[in-house]
């Protein structure tokens, strides 16, 4: 087994690659691109992904991207610790889950970090209002499944916690900023409005080998 990981800082979908490794508890050779340095566009990179995107996997001579498709990749190659479940319902359902943070959150929610990190709030509110509240009903969906389970689906860790983990931190991260201020009280603190979630995401972060996942950028 020869595992290449290239992924960048503050990348939710390279996130999603570094859990899954660690959580598997895999040897991987780490290659961290700067984005800043448009290191993602190499020829190197374009030759494994020409959409020039990470995160970007490398077993062998098998290259595999899109972060989804490389958490299958990796449960299917080494089933230890395994990411979709222990049986074809729990299978499905943890499908189902990552589907519906797809399709029905993440749009909202990039939306979200888009206007307070790039575009600016001022003049953009009617759609920031209604990513809020698409999103915010969204976490109350993913409130009500960790109420009353650890983890999104089943007893364990699962593919579904390491998507929507990302995320979920993503936004956080998003509204701390002072651009922010009046969106933050909608959904912060986190550990009164959404304590599950809250309790949840310190959950995710004791798996171990979290800390060598946690976007170097965000430390500086
Ligand atoms: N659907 C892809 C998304 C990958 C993606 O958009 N990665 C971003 C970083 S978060 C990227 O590499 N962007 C560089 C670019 O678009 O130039 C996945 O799940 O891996």
Redesign the pocket.
């Given at each position: 087994m020869s595992l290449d990981l290239w992924w960048?800082s503050g990348?939710?979908?390279?996130w999603r690659a570094l859990l899954a490794l660690e959580y598997k508890q895999l040897p991987y050779v780490s290659h961290q691109v700067q984005?800043a340095k448009q290191e993602?566009?190499s020829a190197q990179m374009l030759s494994m992904n020409p959409r020039?995107?990470?995160?970007v996997l490398k077993d062998g001579e098998y290259v595999c991207?899109?972060?989804?498709a490389i958490l299958q990749y990796l449960d299917r190659k080494y089933p230890q610790h395994p990411l979709f479940g222990g049986s074809a319902e729990e299978t499905g359902t943890i499908n189902r889950v990552i589907c519906e943070y797809e399709w029905y959150a993440e749009d909202h929610i990039q939306k979200l970090i888009y206007a307070i990190l790039f575009q600016g709030v001022d003049g953009h509110m009617e759609e920031i209002e209604r990513a809020m509240s698409h999103m915010l009903a969204e976490a109350r969906t993913i409130e009500k499944r960790l109420s009353s389970s650890a983890w999104l689906v089943g007893e364990n860790l699962s593919a579904a916690d390491i998507v929507v983990f990302p995320g979920i931190q993503m936004l956080l991260r998003a509204l701390e900023r002072r651009e922010a201020q009046e969106l933050r009280s909608r959904l912060l603190p986190l550990e009164a409005n959404f304590p599950a979630i809250a309790a949840w995401l310190k959950r995710v972060e004791q798996i171990p080998g979290y800390e060598k996942t946690y976007p170097p950028h965000w430390r500086e």
């Open positions: 960048g990348s939710p979908y390279s984005f993602h566009k020039g995107r990470v995160p991207f899109e972060s989804l």
